[in-house]
């Protein structure tokens, strides 16, 4: 319970320290980002559960990513990640996740996820701002990458990569488990590029 309190006013922290740096009113973040004024103003009060479309949504809006809204500062010169203590960020109805596992600092951030799709799972994803870049890759099993409705058969030991600014999806193929690694490379942060 503390764990859940602690990451909420971190959220909430980063959530308004990103609005303010945007220069954006809660009324003109919620519009942009097609989230509520009350649910913004519950989550910079460090209330309430926003799910993972909504922290997608925020990150894109803010012009950050979803690991800039989540993490404190960094501490470490090398940090090591162990999965089992990164909650999903999304879980699937077949059991499936998604785990952010870490973002690397810099002016050009790189989001690293850990996925696990069951065969027929399903996650879809808006479409990201412009100049975001994803690939994924897949350890084992086979997964499905739809990119503007044409699919994309991806199996274990291949990688692809698209561009994040169209609508896809992400689907567990074949018998078995699917796990693979996807990054989300986000354009630079123009206030760090001078």
Request: glycine share 12%; aromatic share 4%; charged share 20%.
């Amino acid at each position: 319970m503390a764990e859940t309190e602690a990451a909420l006013r971190t959220l909430a922290q980063n959530v308004r320290a990103a609005r303010v740096r945007a220069g954006l009113s809660l009324d003109e973040l919620g519009r942009r980002a097609k989230v509520s004024k009350g649910a913004l103003v519950g989550l910079e009060k460090a209330q309430g559960n926003p799910n993972f479309a909504t922290l997608v949504r925020l990150a894109d809006t803010l012009g950050v990513s979803v690991s800039a809204l989540l993490e404190g500062p960094a501490e470490d010169r090398v940090r090591v990640v162990d999965s089992a203590g990164v909650t999903p960020l999304w879980t699937g109805p077949e059991g499936g996740e998604a785990r952010l596992m870490l973002t690397t600092p810099g002016p050009v951030p790189v989001e690293v996820w850990r996925w696990r799709l069951e065969p027929g799972e399903e996650y879809p994803s808006h479409p990201h701002q412009a100049g975001v870049v994803e690939t994924v890759s897949v350890t084992s099993g086979r997964m499905v990458l739809v990119v503007d409705g044409v699919e994309h058969p991806v199996g274990a030991g291949q990688t692809a990569v698209f561009d994040g600014d169209a609508a896809h999806a992400y689907r567990g193929a074949g018998t078995g488990t699917c796990h693979l690694i996807m990054t989300v490379h986000l354009p630079p942060d123009p206030a760090s590029v001078s």
